[in-house]
């Protein structure tokens, strides 16, 4: 079967210091992955380990400098460098901060309604689906003419989930979408998205430095490893694991206690990072 999205081969960098600089920071190597129809594939790896260069390039944001990004078969960008507005609409993204990611401007209505006017839609018809579009996230559509920036970090995720689904796309980029959430946010939000998998049957590129968010989230596992995701078999299970895995589960789960103690309260804060909720529900 062909894949959704695949990577073959692919080289990227950055340059450093500066416009005229020739000194270039390579972030990927030899970087292939695959994602299949609906499949839910998670990408770990540290911070800076090249995950949202990796990101950019799937939705032909950036060119790769050299290697091939084919979705459904077909090379992602043309000759000239453009994505073909039909596969635009597939593959679409959410970020980590939906602050950063929306107009603080726009109504939550005008957020979710941006990728659907190019379809011209009469307005009540309009209103109709970004309405069902919320209820799918579980907004209420009174909410719709609120300015998105009133809405709290959750309820603007939700809002930034429905403007990702409005397309109807067949591979949704999530690209530490949950990080910055409060954990109890995090844990409906992941909930929503196993749900809105599948009923819609989207396909998910889930990238994270975070491990315990792909616990039962995930049908597979890729670890960036030395510029290149390798793929695990089971991320939390026995035997030999990539270095960069070691350490990403080293940070969550807690070395062995030197004395009694009480476990429970050292187990919930050893190693991991302090969470700044952006606002509570
Ligand atoms: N636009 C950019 N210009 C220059 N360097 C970049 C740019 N984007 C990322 N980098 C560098 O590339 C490396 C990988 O970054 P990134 O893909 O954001 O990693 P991750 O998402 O895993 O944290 C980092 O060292 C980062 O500083
Ligand atoms: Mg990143």
Do not use: W
């Not at 090379?75 to 507005?85: C, I, Q």
């Not at 809405?151 to 930034?160: F, I, N, P, T, Y």
């Amino acid at each position: 079967m062909t894949p959704l999205l695949e990577l073959r081969g692919v080289h990227h960098g950055y340059r450093q210091g500066g416009l005229f600089s020739r000194r270039r920071q390579p972030v990927l190597e030899e970087a292939g992955l695959t994602i299949g129809p609906g499949e839910c594939v998670a990408l770990l790896g540290p911070t800076g380990s090249g995950k949202s260069t990796l990101g950019r390039l799937m939705l032909g944001l950036e060119a790769p400098e050299a290697g091939r990004i084919l979705f459904e078969g077909q090379p992602l960008r043309d000759a000239r460098g453009r994505v073909a507005p039909a596969t635009r609409r597939a593959i679409q993204a959410v970020f980590q901060d939906p602050f950063g990611a929306t107009s603080p401007r726009l109504s939550a209505f005008a957020v979710v309604a941006e990728p659907l006017l190019a379809e011209r839609l009469p307005a009540a018809e309009l209103r109709a689906r970004v309405a069902g579009l919320m209820l799918r996230v579980g907004l209420e559509p009174g909410l719709m003419d609120r300015l998105a920036h009133r809405l709290s970090g959750g309820q603007l995720q939700r809002l930034c989930i429905a403007r990702a689904l409005a397309p109807g796309p067949r591979l949704v980029l999530l690209d530490e979408a949950v990080n910055s959430l409060d954990l109890e946010t995090q844990g409906r939000i992941l909930a929503l998205l196993a749900d809105l998998r599948r009923q819609a049957g989207v396909a998910y590129l889930f990238i994270t430095h975070d491990l315990r968010l792909v616990r039962g989230f995930a049908d597979r596992c890729y670890v960036m490893q030395e510029r290149r995701p390798v793929e695990v078999a089971d991320p939390f299970g026995p035997g030999p694991q990539p270095p960069a895995l070691a350490a990403l589960r080293a940070a969550i789960l807690p070395a062995r206690p030197r004395s009694r103690g009480p476990l429970a309260h050292e187990t919930l804060t050893t190693g991991a990072a302090p969470r700044q909720p952006i606002q509570q529900f």
